[in-house]
């Protein structure tokens, strides 16, 4: 299965800023895909992100507050813009291995607890 | 509306005995399911899964069970062990290839010694 790292792994950030999150994969992927953890909560699709084209959101994400960059296959990035406390979660991303045999083909980073205050 | 339902938000259970985590969905076109085991800090790991084709899975101490007319499934783990204490995802997929994930809210299972 693929190893991702994620960055980073926690931040405190102030309401009204932005926070890039970064996800870099050891291997060549297609599809990425980008989560939102909220307390209690399950994980939720924010978008998925494929090389060579633009992300496709899900219902009640918008591309203004959420940014995706997918500059190619193994590196994407996912922007928290303009921050109220309501996006204080833990974001994650995904990634799926075609035909892998171990991790049911996605895999998760460790995720990024982002705390807005 | 949620697709992928786990109605019970905690399990406790005594070591040695049997766990057993339930999951219901809503999407008959769900072809695909898994169970992922989270820690505090980190992301879900993937412990098991399941096709739509299968009845049951097991592996090792793992053991899914699937019932595709009552569109339930469920997590069977034994015996326990403290280890095993962590919250629990459900999650499906869509018969489309390169779908993404449906989660459920995630029971979290306390196996005490």
Redesign the interface.
């Known amino acids: 299965s693929a190893v991702i790292s994620q960055k980073p792994s926690r931040d405190i950030c102030q309401r009204g800023t932005s926070l890039t999150i970064q996800c870099q994969v050891d291997s060549q992927v297609t599809m990425m895909f980008w989560y939102r953890q909220q307390p209690g909560q399950s994980l939720t699709l924010i978008a998925t992100a494929n090389q060579g084209s633009e992300a496709t959101y899900e219902s009640g994400f918008v591309i203004d507050k959420f940014p995706i960059s997918r500059p190619n296959l193994t590196f994407s990035t996912l922007t928290v813009s303009n921050m109220s406390p309501e996006d204080s979660s833990i974001y994650l991303c995904s990634v799926l291995i075609t035909g892998a045999t171990t991790s049911g083909g996605y895999t998760f980073g460790s995720g990024t607890r982002l705390t807005v205050v | 509306d949620?697709q992928?339902k786990q109605n019970s938000p905690s399990l406790s259970v005594q070591e040695g005995r049997i766990s057993i985590l339930n999951c219901d969905y809503t999407n008959s076109m769900f072809d695909?399911f898994?169970w992922?085991k989270k820690y505090p800090?980190?992301?879900?790991?993937?412990l098991i899964?399941i096709s739509s084709i299968k009845d049951k899975n097991e592996d090792g101490r793992f053991t899914v069970f699937l019932n595709k007319s009552a569109k339930h499934l469920s997590l069977h783990i034994v015996p326990s062990q403290p280890g095993d204490s962590a919250v629990y995802?459900c999650?499906a997929r869509g018969n489309q290839?390169?779908t993404?994930?449906?989660?459920?809210?995630?029971t979290t299972l306390s196996v005490s010694s």
């Open positions: 949620q992928v695909y898994l992922y800090a980190e992301g879900p790991t993937f899964s995802f999650a290839a390169g993404a994930l449906i989660f459920g809210k995630g």
